[in-house]
């Protein structure tokens, strides 16, 4: 698992969500933010417990493909069912994702080669 690889699908997803929150015209409202951060961490948090397990899952290439097709997916239905405040909990969330691999980074770098995974 390489955090760029990680990157670079969050960005693939961030940008066009972003970008179609900012055509819709979305209201930035603190809820919504709210929401995309603590999902984001939660769910960090939780798959942080069977690391190794998730992982190993994680590095197979039909998981990743079908985790970005889930989450295109699921914003969509979640954009028509909920409204457009869900693109922008998504991005929110893609964000902090992107802001935690970001701290993750620095902090490996700044111990050391050893403790690169």
């Keep these: 698992m390489t955090r760029r690889r990680d990157a670079a ?28 951060v603590v999902g984001a961490l939660a769910l960090e948090a939780a798959l942080s417990l069977r690391a190794s397990s998730v992982r190993a899952l994680w ?18 239905l979640g954009a028509v069912v909920f409204g457009r405040a869900t693109l922008l909990a998504v991005a ?3 964000s902090t994702y992107l802001l935690l691999l970001a701290a993750v980074e620095l902090r490996s770098r700044g111990s050391g080669p050893e403790r690169r995974p």
């Design 92 to 94: 929110a969330g893609l």
């Design 59 to 76: 590095e197979r290439r039909t998981v990743q493909a079908a985790s970005v097709a889930v989450a295109v997916v699921g914003t969509t």
């Design 9 to 36: 699908l969050a960005g693939a997803l961030l940008v066009p969500i972003a970008a179609a929150a900012v055509l819709l015209r979305t209201p930035v409202t603190p809820g919504a933010v709210l929401v995309g």
